[in-house]
């Protein structure tokens, strides 16, 4: 459930007009209710229970400053892929100890800098990766704390860009080497072996792989014990699916509670939970304006001022995003439209055959755009990225500007 309803068929985010914060702000903009990301952070908390866990926000799904200051402020962990991320959470206030370093490519100054701020644990992904901390560490005189992420081979029935738990993926180390590279892991100075790590895929619909990837990681948790290497906490990813359209993902409780049934009897193991999307994706929208409607032989097209540029998901994935009026208008009849951006490219839509009531000046929404939506964005096309809004009940806060033209070529040079 999100906070973004109409009223008198205007859209509010939370208790503030939509339209009223994009006539102050303009268009295109990206907009977060701050109750929606702080009900789905204690959705995943709550549903936990008493197992001890830990809920680590994927940063990597909406890094704004803003978004990751709330969460701060819940206690919340943080997921990372890069020392541009671990540098976000804490300068939004986020606490490192409560940090996990995700990502199969880190480098030695990236390794170096997460020893440095004392983080929860480093997700490594490969042999190399560990030989690497292993020597980072010795170099500066710390002890890192190491998770193997496994690769549980299991299908995790979402899109192939964003499957990650097959043997055909790049990430994480085949469930067959497992106890040997733990093995080599307890073996090398400086590291510290506390747990054991998955993530199978993201926008999954199904509890089924979820369990069966826990019940396959479980299982190596106890042969390893009985070589006497004793992990301390289980990290099992994130990808709970959130609804675009008709999909009906499990809500996070009952995901949550599915992980934590499989953990009973079991309470010195933590839980660390991975959520991105389920935490932001349906606490935002993409406000946009309609410049012009082009009616065509074969298509109606709406050409709005957000592209690919500002939300790729539809252009890379033909990812459906559900785009609403901001006014409801009760008598006007619905035309079917591709709503699509001034991008010059024909892959370059937000939505396609969309029945709506519109006319140019009208303004729209993208909704589940909270997440994978202004990170991705580039200024492809030379176009200033749209500023990020955070509503918090009544009041509306920017929490990152929109870009101007000199921002465009900031760091560039001309020569003589
Ligand atoms: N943990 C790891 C190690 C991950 O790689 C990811 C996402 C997550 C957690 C969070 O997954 P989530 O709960 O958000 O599903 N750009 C794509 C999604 C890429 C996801 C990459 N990894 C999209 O727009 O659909």
Same mark, same amino acid.
């Given at each position: 459930m999100d906070y973004f309803n109409y009223e008198d068929g205007i859209l509010y985010a939370e208790d503030v007009a939509v339209q009223e914060i994009a006539a102050e702000y303009g268009t !295109?903009?990206?907009? $977060?209710?701050?109750?929606? @990301?702080?009900?789905?952070?204690?959705? &995943?908390?709550?549903? /936990?229970?008493?197992?001890?866990? @830990?809920?680590? $926000?994927?940063?990597?799904?909406?890094?704004?400053?803003? /978004?990751?200051s709330v969460l701060a402020k819940l206690g919340s962990g943080f997921d990372i892929v890069s020392a541009g991320e671990l540098a976000r959470v804490i300068e939004a206030g986020g606490d490192p100890k409560k940090v996990v370093f995700s990502g199969v490519g880190k480098t030695a100054e990236e390794i170096e800098y997460a020893l440095a701020c004392n983080i929860l644990c480093f997700n490594v992904e490969s042999e190399s990766e560990l030989q690497r901390i292993s020597d980072v560490a010795v170099r500066c005189g710390k002890v890192a704390n190491i998770s193997l992420r496994i690769n549980p081979d299991v299908d995790a029935k979402t899109h192939p860009y964003i499957s990650t738990g097959l043997k055909a993926n790049k990430f994480g180390i085949a469930s067959d080497r497992a106890l040997a590279t733990y093995e080599l892991a307890a073996s090398l100075p400086n590291l510290h072996v506390v747990g054991m790590d998955c993530h199978i895929g993201s926008q999954l619909t199904e509890l089924s792989p979820f369990v069966d990837a826990l019940k396959r990681l479980l299982t190596l948790i106890d042969q390893l014990a009985d070589k006497n290497i004793h992990i301390k906490h289980l990290d099992v990813g994130g990808g709970l699916g959130v609804r675009y359209k008709d999909e009906q993902p499990p809500l996070p409780d009952a995901y949550a509670q599915a992980m934590a049934e499989q953990m009973q009897g079991r309470e010195d193991l933590m839980l660390i939970l991975e959520p991105g999307r389920a935490i932001s994706g349906n606490a935002g929208i993409l406000v946009t304006k309609v410049e012009f409607i082009k009616a065509g032989e074969e298509k109606n097209f709406a050409i709005v001022d957000a592209a690919m540029n500002d939300l790729l998901r539809p252009a890379l994935y033909s990812a459906w995003q559900e785009i609403i009026p901001l006014k409801q208008k009760s008598n006007a009849t619905p035309t079917v439209y591709d709503i699509v951006g001034p991008v010059c490219e024909t892959g370059d839509f937000l939505g396609k055959d969309?029945?709506?009531?519109?006319?140019?000046?009208? @303004?729209?929404?993208?909704?589940?755009?909270?997440?994978?939506? &202004? /990170?991705?964005?580039?200024?492809?096309?030379?176009?200033?990225? !749209?500023?990020?809004?955070?509503?918090?009940?009544? #009041?509306?806060? /920017?929490?990152?500007?929109?870009?101007? #033209?000199?921002?465009?070529?900031?760091?560039?040079?001309?020569?003589?």
């Open positions: !295109p903009l990206y907009i $977060y209710s701050r109750k929606t @990301l702080e009900r789905h952070w204690r959705a &995943f908390d709550s549903a /936990v229970g008493n197992h001890p866990h @830990l809920i680590c $926000y994927a940063v990597k799904a909406n890094s704004n400053l803003g /978004v990751l969309r029945k709506l009531a519109i006319s140019e000046g009208d @303004l729209l929404a993208v909704r589940s755009a909270g997440a994978y939506g &202004f /990170v991705m964005a580039s200024n492809y096309n030379s176009r200033c990225r !749209p500023a990020e809004i955070l509503v918090d009940e009544n #009041q509306a806060h /920017v929490v990152r500007e929109r870009e101007k #033209q000199k921002d465009l070529w900031k760091g560039e040079h001309k020569i003589s």
